[in-house]
């Protein structure tokens, strides 16, 4: 496949046309890099916040991949011509680079998610994909207060691989800003809620509910709390619908 490989624009967000395969293809070539590549699990509500949020839309638009976690995206792309060819799951993906990480050699470590979530999302990685290696594991957060120690901690840990997770914008923004400061972090990438769904913190949907593209709905009864980021939801439908196509 084409590296770097093919983006769209939703509503000045940049999406990549990518499947899993293609998106596992596109690590093995960033690993052999010299270089921090940044990858973003970008969802509708991701869109909505660029919207208004410059400096996250600037980190969107310079990250080296941008897979789209969400139907919004692949209803929207069928809106403007040019479709998507699969949803790329964040919640997938964690897994999937796991395995990778263990049949490749390659260094991981977790950061972000509520205090012992990374550090139990380890062991289950390690006991489902045996010689995998965990660099380290760390909650911390993502001020700047905290920046320069959670750096020297991943570079003492000679990691390749980095899930952050500490939500969008702040996992993003965090990965941007430390992308010079990570010498032997190859990939980095946002990882949002995903940890909470490897250790059973948050339940994923049924895979029925999945192919209907109502996962989000099976998220807000199961997690009340979240309707006004939802609310994003409906906001993203309109302004695709209000935006005249190209």
């Not at 293609?22 to 909505?48: K, S, W, Y």
């Not at 939500?167 to 010079?180: F, T």
């Not at 996962?215 to 009864?221: D, G, N, S, V, Y």
Request: glycine content about 8%; aromatic content about 8%.
């Amino acid at each position: 496949m084409a590296i770097p490989p093919l983006s769209i624009t939703i509503l000045k967000t940049p999406v990549h046309v990518v499947t899993m395969d293609e998106t596992l293809e596109l690590v093995r070539h960033f690993m052999v890099g010299h270089r921090l590549r940044q990858v973003a699990t970008t969802n509708p509500e991701f869109v909505m916040t660029a919207q208004q949020d410059e400096a996250f839309r600037q980190v969107l638009q310079q990250c080296d991949l941008c897979i789209a976690d969400g139907v919004g995206l692949l209803w929207a792309a069928r809106r403007i011509g040019t479709p998507l060819p699969e949803r790329v799951p964040g919640s997938e993906i964690v897994y999937n680079l796991a395995e990778l990480a263990a049949k490749e050699g390659w260094k991981l470590f977790l950061l972000g998610a509520g205090p012992g979530v990374a550090e139990e999302a380890a062991a289950i990685f390690k006991a489902r994909y045996p010689g995998l290696h965990i660099a380290g594991t760390y909650a911390g957060s993502p001020s700047r207060a905290e920046n320069d120690a959670i750096v020297e901690r991943i570079n003492d840990s000679r990691a390749q691989i980095l899930f952050v997770a500490y939500g969008a914008p702040k996992q993003d923004k965090w990965i941007a800003r430390n992308r010079e400061s990570l010498p032997t972090v190859k990939l980095a990438l946002g990882v949002g809620g995903s940890l909470d769904f490897v250790t059973g913190k948050s339940r994923r949907a049924p895979h029925w509910i999945q192919r209907l593209g109502l996962e989000w709905l099976h998220r807000l009864i199961l997690e009340p709390w979240r309707w006004r980021r939802m609310l994003a939801l409906p906001r993203f439908a309109l302004k695709v619908l209000l935006t005249p196509r190209s």
